[in-house]
C-alpha cells in the first residue's frame, strides 16, 4: 500500500541502479523490466561508465580530479560550470565505496563553484571520498544514505592552508 505508480517505482529502482553501478565500474550490471532489459553494462573503466548512465553530454562535459591529503583521498569528476542543471539529478557522492548525501561535503562542493554558477545552479559531479573507516559513522540514519564525520573540521593532517584542487 506504500508503493507509488509502476513508473515512479521504476525510476527508483533505475536511480538505484546507477548508484551502485557507478560505485563499482569494474563490475557488469544489467537492469531488466517486465522480462525486458533496460541497460546491460560490462565491466569498464569510471569515465565510460559515467558516459554509459549519464550520457555523452555529460561525460564530455566532466574533468578527472585526484587529490590525497591527510589521509583521505578525493578522486572522480567535476563537470565544467556550462553544465550546470536546475536539479541535483547530477550529483553523486561516494564515501568508501558508499553513496551518501551529505551537507558538509555538499556545502564543500557547492562553495569550488560559488564564483562561477547562479545560486539555482546545481552542479554535477561523480566524486569518491575514500577515508579511515574509523573517521566516519555509517550508522547515522537508518537508510545508511547520510554519514557522520568523527570530525568534520579536519583540515587534512598539519596543512593549514587552503588548497585549490588540481583537475586533470
Known amino acids: 500500500k506504500f508503493l507509488r505508480s509502476e513508473p515512479t517505482e521504476l525510476a527508483h529502482c533505475d536511480e538505484t541502479f546507477r548508484r551502485v553501478a557507478l560505485a563499482c565500474a569494474d563490475l557488469a550490471f544489467s537492469l531488466?523490466?517486465?522480462?525486458?532489459?533496460?541497460?546491460?553494462?560490462?565491466?569498464?573503466?569510471?569515465l565510460e561508465?559515467?558516459?554509459?548512465?549519464?550520457?555523452?553530454?555529460?561525460?564530455?562535459?566532466?574533468?578527472?580530479?585526484d587529490e590525497t591529503a591527510?589521509?583521505?583521498r578525493l578522486h572522480g569528476f567535476v563537470a565544467a560550470p556550462s553544465f550546470s542543471h536546475?536539479?541535483?539529478?547530477?550529483?553523486?557522492?561516494f564515501v568508501n565505496g558508499r553513496f551518501v548525501r551529505d551537507r558538509l561535503l555538499a556545502h564543500a562542493?557547492?562553495?569550488?563553484?560559488?564564483?562561477?554558477?547562479?545560486?539555482?545552479?546545481?552542479?554535477?559531479?561523480?566524486?569518491?571520498?575514500?577515508?579511515?573507516a574509523a573517521r566516519v559513522d555509517v550508522n547515522a540514519h537508518p537508510t545508511k544514505i547520510e554519514v557522520r564525520f568523527r570530525d568534520?573540521?579536519?583540515?587534512?593532517?598539519?596543512?593549514?592552508?587552503?588548497?585549490?584542487?588540481?583537475?586533470?
Do not use: M
Request: hydrophobic residues 35%; without cysteine; charged residues 25%.
Open 86 to 93: 536546475g536539479t541535483r539529478d547530477y550529483q553523486y557522492l
Open 32 to 46: 531488466k523490466h517486465n522480462g525486458r532489459a533496460l541497460a546491460r553494462l560490462r565491466p569498464q573503466a569510471p
Open 70 to 72: 591527510g589521509g583521505a
Open 109 to 132: 562542493i557547492r562553495q569550488a563553484y560559488q564564483d562561477v554558477l547562479h545560486h539555482q545552479r546545481h552542479p554535477a559531479f561523480v566524486l569518491f571520498l575514500e577515508i579511515d
Open 152 to 168: 568534520p573540521q579536519a583540515r587534512g593532517g598539519e596543512q593549514t592552508d587552503e588548497r585549490r584542487v588540481r583537475l586533470r
Open 49 to 65: 561508465r559515467v558516459r554509459a548512465l549519464l550520457g555523452e553530454s555529460a561525460a564530455d562535459a566532466l574533468l578527472g580530479l
